[in-house]
């Protein structure tokens, strides 16, 4: 098993420009999550899902959306892109909603200049 | 909001040496999950406390749920370099959606 897959590794952004966050997970998990790490700074949770058509809000989601067509794939999309958004942002997935490991993606490095 | 705060933000330590990072949150937690991250990496879980005051154990780690549910401790005994990283608590409030709420962090340096 790959685990949880995310493109691209980094990412230059101008201000205003849009851009996709991939993510993917090949464990047949339910729960998928979206944070936001900023330097030296704890994860702030962005979005999540408890299954496939169905996504909600997180502590930091203004300026993102997300979508979940399939139980694999949880992508996290900026439309107009600020430099606020300048982060490292990491997937994780679980495979039930009670308390269990939440399985991270490498990350995604972003700079919005 | 509810918050998780951790103590402290950065230790450096020479090697052998204890090392103890504490987490408080503002509210009662159904369980509280470590995990730790190396520089430039992503977190890797390490743990999960569910019962009231209980304590596990990984071999020089030492992890902690308080009585109230609202703080917990990890301890290293004899640091290595290897244990070098941030390590994060991470509480969950229940419900059906497993989310958790990270604290700050606290960054271990180890010098050799």
């Known amino acids: 098993n790959a685990g949880v897959t995310q493109t691209p590794k980094f990412r230059i952004l101008k201000i205003g420009q849009s851009m996709t966050l991939q993510c993917a997970q090949d464990?047949?998990?339910?729960?998928m999550y979206w944070y936001r790490q900023d330097p030296g700074m704890g994860l702030k949770l962005i979005y999540y899902?408890?299954?496939?058509?169905?996504?909600d809000k997180g502590e930091v989601p203004n300026g993102y959306n997300v979508s979940r067509s399939t139980t694999e794939d949880f992508p996290l999309r900026l439309e107009l892109a600020a430099p606020s958004q300048t982060s490292v942002y990491f997937c994780?997935?679980?495979?039930?909603?009670?308390?269990?490991?939440?399985?991270f993606g490498p990350g995604t490095r972003l700079l919005v200049l | 909001g509810q918050q998780v705060m951790q103590i402290p933000q950065y230790q450096h330590v020479q090697e052998g040496e204890d090392f103890t990072t504490y987490c408080n949150s503002s509210?009662?937690?159904?369980?509280i999950q470590w995990y730790k991250q190396r520089p430039g990496g992503h977190p890797v879980f390490l743990i999960q406390?569910?019962?009231?005051?209980e304590v596990k154990k990984q071999k020089r780690l030492t992890f902690q749920f308080g009585e109230a549910k609202k703080n917990s401790s990890l301890h290293i005994t004899a640091t290595q370099t290897t244990d070098v990283g941030t390590y994060f608590c991470?509480?969950?409030?229940?419900?059906?959606?497993?989310?958790?709420?990270f604290g700050t962090g606290t960054l271990l340096a180890v010098q050799p």
């Open positions: 994780a997935s679980t495979g039930s909603g009670g308390p269990e490991t939440q399985y």
């Open positions: 464990m047949n998990h339910n729960y």
């Open positions: 899902s408890v299954g496939a058509g169905i996504t």
């Open positions: 509210t009662t937690l159904s369980n």
């Open positions: 406390l569910v019962k009231s005051g």
């Open positions: 991470a509480g969950g409030g229940g419900g059906a959606t497993n989310k958790l709420i």
